[in-house]
């Protein structure tokens, strides 16, 4: 395990949090909440984590995109806050 | 400055999963838009997962795949391989997330379409006038 | 309220600093997460199983039953976005929209009016329809055969490299899913429907179950493949490596029909005439 890359790809991680519970528009949040997500697989491919960074690298940054995407294209794409 | 440098790797991984707790706390609580809230849900059910991940690294472990050299011939040793449990069980967390994710995206949907609203704060004002109309 | 919630939030970390004090150092192998029961996985699950990959060994073996009810919670969930969202009355929408293909002309079809049926000169199409784009279209076309082809190696190959069947069937589903983003939602839901989609899902987590039931007609516990050795003449380590690979076969058939069952009730609002 390479502390350094530890170290930074979670500060990234924290930094699209908030970027996208920040954001206002919709589309960009789940945009940015994929970022995220495939940031987190980084992170546990870093820690030696393969199946879990697999499963996430596939899920969260594929089909929950997907889906916020979906729900997002159904509803609205403006928020208030 | 080697002792900060050790504190900040020993502790860094669980300030970031309390950080990231925080935040998704924090938009499941203040935001009123009800896919924030939904992402901030997310972000609280990673955040667990990389705590549990965290607890099953070990320094100079390698990932948990015995190597084609080990036919039972040689003593596997527990420290050489990364703690398995936690992988497990946060990998099945990550395909039920997904699952619920979407059951929470399809509330949302039929809230939208009953209120024509996604913003929290209107649905109520709205359930409140029909309350009082009743 | 904004104020109120983040001082609770605030609270909240406080505490959890507050008790992150105590608790191991980051990559400590004595921690006691990895002191009591893991060792032994690590050191007899290869023994046991004949599977190198230690988290396919203790997902689908050791902790079978967690897994078994994964899948039914996971089954559940498509459920529950089925009979949330579908609209099971069809009430005919006030206007069709078709599109002759040559020419690119748009005819509205008001209800009540003949519908043109030759099919290879006039289209269906959404009500917020925008020219497809034949890059995307044909790219997507080439490239999902060969996404497929690796998803069911990685439900195959979980034995020996990180995969297995959650995330081969999730891969699986995803191709679906590129099918109906890159053409339309209709000719997707024409080549795999809802009747097929659920029947899978179902047929996976019965997979799942039976061959539970099936050690247990053999004359063991309830998932303990060992006992299969007696139907397909290997050696009972052999037999659990084979077991597992049953299951993740179940597991990856319920998690990619259900990831396209609620895609398909997400992007349509239940109605499954016209989505994304």
Same mark, same amino acid.
């Given at each position: 395990?390479?502390?350094?890359?530890?170290?930074?790809?979670?500060?990234?991680?924290?930094?699209?949090?908030?970027?996208?519970?920040?954001?206002?528009?919709?589309?960009?949040?789940?945009?940015?909440?994929?970022?995220?997500?495939?940031?987190?697989?980084?992170?546990?491919?870093?820690?030696?984590?393969?199946?879990?960074?697999?499963?996430e690298a596939s899920v969260g940054a594929g089909v929950c995109t997907v889906f916020f995407v979906a729900a997002v294209f159904r509803t609205s794409r403006r928020s208030k806050d | 400055m080697p002792e900060l440098i050790d504190i900040l790797i020993a502790r860094y991984n669980y300030w970031v999963v309390i950080c990231l707790m925080m935040i998704g706390?924090?938009?499941?609580?203040?935001?009123?838009?009800?896919?924030?809230?939904?992402?901030?849900?997310?972000?609280?059910?990673?955040?667990?997962?990389?705590?549990?991940?965290?607890?099953?690294?070990?320094?100079?472990?390698?990932i948990p795949i015995i190597g084609h050299g080990h036919n039972g011939h040689h003593a596997i040793h527990a420290a050489d391989y990364m703690n398995p449990l936690p992988h497990v069980l946060m990998l099945t967390a990550i395909v039920v997330s997904v699952a619920t994710l979407g059951v929470a995206l399809a509330l949302a949907v039929k809230a939208y379409q009953q209120h024509d609203t996604l913003e929290e704060d209107e649905i109520i004002e709205q359930l409140k006038t029909e309350y009082l109309s009743q | 309220m904004k104020?109120?919630?983040?001082?609770?939030?605030?609270?909240?970390?406080?505490?959890?600093?507050? @008790?992150?004090?105590?608790?191991?150092?980051?990559?400590?192998?004595?921690?006691?997460?990895?002191?009591?029961?893991?060792?032994?996985?690590?050191?007899?699950?290869?023994?046991?199983?004949?599977?190198?990959?230690?988290?396919?060994?203790?997902?689908a073996d050791y902790r079978g039953y967690d897994t078994l009810?994964?899948?039914?919670?996971?089954?559940?969930?498509?459920?529950?976005?089925?009979?949330?969202?579908?609209?099971?009355?069809?009430?005919?929408?006030?206007?069709?929209?078709?599109?002759?293909?040559?020419?690119?002309?748009?005819?509205?079809?008001?209800?009540? @009016?003949?519908?043109?049926?030759?099919?290879?000169?006039?289209?269906?199409?959404?009500?917020?329809?925008v020219p497809y784009d034949l890059i995307i279209q044909k790219a997507a076309g080439l490239v999902?055969?060969?996404?497929?082809?690796?998803?069911?190696?990685?439900?195959?190959?979980?034995?020996?490299?990180?995969?297995? @069947?959650?995330?081969? @069937?999730?891969?699986?589903?995803?191709?679906?899913?590129?099918?109906?983003?890159?053409?339309?939602?209709?000719?997707?839901?024409?080549?795999?429907?809802?009747?097929?989609?659920?029947?899978?899902?179902?047929?996976?987590?019965?997979?799942?179950?039976?061959?539970?039931a099936l050690c247990l007609i053999l004359g063991a516990n309830f998932l303990n493949y060992s006992q299969l050795s007696k139907l397909i003449h290997v050696s009972s380590v052999m037999a659990r490596s084979h077991g597992i690979l049953l299951i993740e076969i179940g597991v990856g058939l319920a998690v990619a029909a259900v990831m396209v069952w609620i895609y398909y009730n997400l992007v349509s609002a239940g109605r499954h005439d016209e989505g994304l």
């Open positions: 395990m390479i502390w350094q890359f530890d170290l930074i790809i979670l500060t990234l991680v924290v930094i699209s949090g908030i970027a996208s519970i920040s954001i206002r528009d919709l589309l960009g949040a789940s945009v940015l909440f994929g970022a995220y997500s495939f940031l987190m697989c980084l992170a546990w491919a870093v820690m030696g984590a393969v199946d879990v960074a697999f499963t | 706390l924090y938009a499941m609580m203040a935001k009123n838009n009800l896919i924030k809230k939904i992402i901030g849900m997310s972000i609280f059910q990673t955040a667990v997962i990389l705590f549990y991940v965290s607890i099953a690294t070990k320094h100079d472990a390698s | 104020r109120f919630s983040l001082i609770c939030v605030l609270l909240f970390g406080a505490v959890l600093l507050y @008790g992150s004090m105590d608790f191991p150092a980051f990559g400590d192998p004595e921690s006691p997460a990895s002191r009591h029961l893991s060792p032994y996985y690590i050191k007899n699950a290869i023994k046991d199983t004949a599977v190198p990959n230690l988290v396919t060994a203790v997902l009810f994964e899948t039914a919670v996971i089954f559940t969930a498509g459920l529950a976005c089925f009979l949330l969202l579908r609209r099971f009355r069809r009430e005919p929408p006030e206007f069709r929209l078709y599109r002759h293909i040559d020419t690119g002309v748009t005819l509205i079809i008001e209800q009540g @009016g003949k519908e043109p049926t030759d099919s290879n000169e006039f289209q269906q199409i959404d009500s917020q329809w999902v055969p060969f996404l497929q082809l690796f998803a069911l190696y990685v439900i195959a190959h979980g034995h020996h490299s990180p995969g297995g @069947g959650f995330q081969g @069937g999730v891969i699986f589903g995803a191709t679906l899913i590129l099918m109906a983003i890159s053409n339309d939602l209709r000719s997707t839901i024409r080549r795999v429907s809802e009747a097929v989609s659920s029947k899978l899902a179902s047929t996976g987590v019965l997979i799942y179950a039976g061959i539970g």
